[in-house]
């Protein structure tokens, strides 16, 4: 094993995160060195050299990715030195008290932007990569005009972070029309809008461009993904919490948009990387580690933030009611009758089928419009009744997330009919500034007990802490995606362990889902479309067998 020596480098090997925090004790002892020495030394690169020296190995033997070097002695101390540099000026400039892991988040964009043009910061969701990235524009200031790029939704979000975080900086919304683009501005617009105005944006040489939740620029053939490499910008960085979520080459989509020299060869990269990597080997994928090192900052909570409380996962399966299997069995034998197709046409109808089983496993009056008397008909939503019912009693508030609109709306009415609780729904039709009410209304000490959510709408980018319980009342073909709403209450902030109820119908398709999801091979897409067109392809038989109630579980 080698020491790594470029000191000109950024990169650190092993956990970045920890980095300022764990040589302290001994730069401690090196300092008790250096004091005794009775020269005086010339500049900082002298001092650290001199208390390198002194730094015991088991300060830095930092082992790489692949196992093949550890980080110099010289390189950790300036990393440490550096780091607390960014502290003192952060703790000026930033209205914010920065955890030691967000303010090397913050060193450690500097220097990779400084070396590579670009950064990947993909630490897990809840870590607060949101004020890391704030830090990071506020020292960029006065190079020009800055820009984020993030889901609609989060929009609002970020405009009132730049502002209660960095007064110092003029934050803009922008959604079309003339851009007030000039040193000192940041510029936050959705993701919807560049795609629809990512000429106008291109106008303008923006000295940082970030791209929140960035796997939504994951397929790089996409207009989104496209428009987004057009803009001039000097600095790109991009945050995701999930930067692989079942494909590699969504890696690669992300590092091209950020560090193009570095990664500029999508086919090097999956002969190189991709393919032996799916052909299980060990080796290749501890050298992707390594390749990825120097632009790609992936932290997780049992890393930088061990005062986070646990989050305990449960997952309930739920009887089908009479209704709902005579329901299930009919819509089921119909769809098989009329035939699934060929083509396209399969795959619409096997939508059509499939979005109605799952609507029948959540109620059956969703599919048939019969919604007089909502209790006793479903038996996942009465299991959610029952959890809702004791997380009441004991004064715990509780979010709910659906994939659909309709479920969301109903549950808010049995919660109002079975609790007389007015429950928020926190859904894509609502405007900025309804959304921002809904979240502040619920992190408020007296707020709602019981919040109800969109998983597209906000399974991403809020904070809502209040909350200590999660259910998940149906379920997504991706874990990572539930991963990511779960994550809206286990952040930074939170005091107790969260739990997380994931409810699934008991032999349903759902159960296919689920073992997926145990399998971790869930399908790569936010939406249902992957999924969807991976069932499209398989033939009747086994499609039927898929989707057909298992009556012996």
Not at 255 to 268: D, E, S
Request: aromatic fraction near 4%.
């Amino acid at each position: 094993m080698q020491t790594r020596t470029t000191q000109e480098s950024p990169r650190v090997t092993g956990s970045p995160g920890d980095v300022a925090d764990g040589p302290a004790p001994a730069v401690g002892a090196a300092a008790n060195t250096v004091a005794a020495e009775r020269e005086p030394l010339s500049d900082v690169a002298d001092l650290i050299r001199l208390r390198a020296a002194a730094l015991p190995i088991a300060a830095h033997a930092v082992p790489d990715a692949a196992g093949t070097s550890v980080v110099a002695a010289e390189r950790a101390l300036r990393v440490l030195y550096e780091t607390q540099a960014v502290a003192a000026e952060l703790a000026v400039a930033l209205k914010a008290e920065l955890r030691p892991y967000q303010v090397r988040g913050v060193s450690w964009l500097r220097e990779t932007v400084a070396a590579h043009g670009g950064a990947v910061l993909a630490d897990e969701m809840g870590l607060g990569k949101t004020v890391q990235t704030i830090g990071f524009l506020h020292g960029r200031a006065a190079s020009g005009p800055q820009l984020v790029v993030c889901p609609t939704s989060l929009v609002g979000n970020w405009a009132h972070e730049i502002d209660r975080f960095a007064p110092g900086l003029r934050v803009t919304v922008w959604r079309g029309g003339a851009i007030a683009a000039e040193a000192g501005t940041v510029v936050v617009a959705g993701y919807p809008t560049l795609r629809l105005h990512g000429h106008l944006l291109g106008e303008h040489r923006w000295a940082t461009t970030v791209f929140d939740e960035a796997q939504a620029l994951k397929n790089p053939r996409t207009q989104l993904a496209k428009a987004a490499r057009t803009l001039d910008a000097e600095v790109r960085v991009a945050l995701t919490g999930t930067p692989v979520e079942n494909h590699l080459e969504e890696l690669w989509a992300l590092l091209n948009l950020v560090a193009p020299r570095l990664f500029g060869h999508r086919t090097q990269f999956r002969r190189r990387f991709v393919r032996p990597i799916q052909e299980g080997s060990a080796s290749t994928a501890a050298r992707l580690r390594d390749a990825i090192e120097p632009v790609v900052l992936a932290r997780k909570k049992a890393q930088v933030a061990a005062s986070l409380p646990a989050k305990i996962h449960t997952d309930l399966l739920c009887d089908l009611t009479g209704e709902q299997e005579s329901l299930y069995d009919r819509l089921l034998d119909r769809a098989i009758d009329d035939g699934f197709g060929s083509g396209a046409q399969r795959q619409s109808r096997v939508l059509a089928a499939l979005t109605a089983l799952k609507q029948v496993c959540n109620h059956p009056g969703l599919v048939t419009g019969e919604l007089t008397e909502l209790a006793g008909r479903s038996g996942k939503l009465d299991l959610c009744a029952d959890i809702v019912a004791n997380n009441l009693e004991l004064g715990a508030p509780t979010l709910i997330f659906t994939q659909y609109r309709q479920t969301g709306e109903l549950l808010v009415r049995h919660l109002a009919e079975q609790f007389e609780v007015a429950a928020p729904f926190f859904h894509g039709g609502l405007d900025q500034a309804e959304r921002a009410a809904i979240v502040h209304g619920f992190q408020a000490a007296e707020g709602p007990p019981v919040l109800v959510l969109s998983l597209r709408a906000a399974g991403t980018g809020l904070t809502l802490t209040r909350a200590a319980d999660v259910i998940h009342f149906d379920r997504w073909w991706n874990p990572a995606v539930e991963a990511q709403a779960s994550d809206r209450a286990h952040r930074i902030g939170q005091t107790r362990t969260v739990t997380v109820t994931t409810l699934t119908s008991t032999t349903t398709v759902e159960e296919h889902i689920a073992r997926m999801h145990d399998r971790k091979s869930a399908l790569s897409d936010l939406g249902d479309s992957a999924g969807i067109a991976a069932l499209a392809r398989l033939d009747d038989d086994q499609l039927i067998e898929i989707l057909r109630r298992k009556r012996g579980n």
